[in-house]
C-alpha cells in the first residue's frame, strides 16, 4: 500500500476529485492548508499599506492506495492539478506498513 499526499491550489480541487474517480480512487482525506515553495508568497497592497503574504492558501490531499493504483492515481492528480504556473503543488508518494478499518475490522488491501 502507498500514501499519496498532494498539496495543490484549491481551486483544482473538483478536477482533481473527478480525475481520481475516473481512476476508480473513491475516498480520500482533504484539509485546508497554507504555505509556499520558491514562490515565497507574494505582496499586497491594503489601505495603502504594503504587506507580504508569506503563506499561501493550499488545498492537501491525503489517499491510500493498493501498490497497483498508485501510478494512475499520481498520473490524474498531477495531470488535473497542472497550471503551469508557479504553484501548481507537490505529490509525495510513501510506503505505508499497515491499515485497518476500525468497524469491520479488515487489514491490508481489503481496509481500503
Given at each position: 500500500?502507498?500514501?499519496?499526499?498532494?498539496?495543490?491550489k484549491?481551486?483544482?480541487?473538483?478536477?482533481?476529485?473527478?480525475?481520481?474517480?475516473?481512476?476508480?480512487i473513491?475516498?480520500?482525506?482533504?484539509?485546508?492548508?497554507?504555505?509556499?515553495?520558491?514562490?515565497?508568497?507574494?505582496?499586497?497592497?491594503?489601505?495603502?499599506?504594503?504587506?507580504?503574504?508569506?503563506?499561501?492558501?493550499?488545498?492537501?490531499?491525503e489517499?491510500?492506495?493498493?501498490?497497483?493504483?498508485?501510478?494512475?492515481?499520481?498520473?490524474?492528480?498531477?495531470?488535473?492539478a497542472?497550471?503551469?504556473k508557479?504553484?501548481?503543488?507537490?505529490v509525495?508518494?510513501?510506503?505505508?506498513?499497515?491499515?485497518?478499518?476500525?468497524?469491520?475490522?479488515?487489514?491490508?488491501?481489503?481496509?481500503?
Open positions: 500500500m502507498k500514501k499519496i499526499e498532494a498539496v495543490i484549491p481551486f483544482k480541487l473538483e478536477e482533481v476529485k473527478d480525475a481520481l474517480a475516473e481512476v476508480g473513491e475516498g480520500m482525506t482533504v484539509a485546508e492548508v497554507k504555505g509556499f515553495g520558491r514562490q515565497k508568497g507574494h505582496t499586497e497592497i491594503y489601505r495603502g499599506s504594503e504587506y507580504t503574504v508569506d503563506f499561501l492558501p493550499k488545498i492537501k490531499l489517499i491510500v492506495v493498493s501498490d497497483d493504483s498508485t501510478e494512475p492515481a499520481t498520473k490524474a492528480i498531477i495531470s488535473a497542472k497550471t503551469g508557479i504553484g501548481d503543488g507537490k509525495f508518494v510513501s510506503a505505508i506498513e499497515e491499515a485497518t478499518r476500525i468497524r469491520t475490522n479488515d487489514t491490508g488491501d481489503k481496509a481500503l
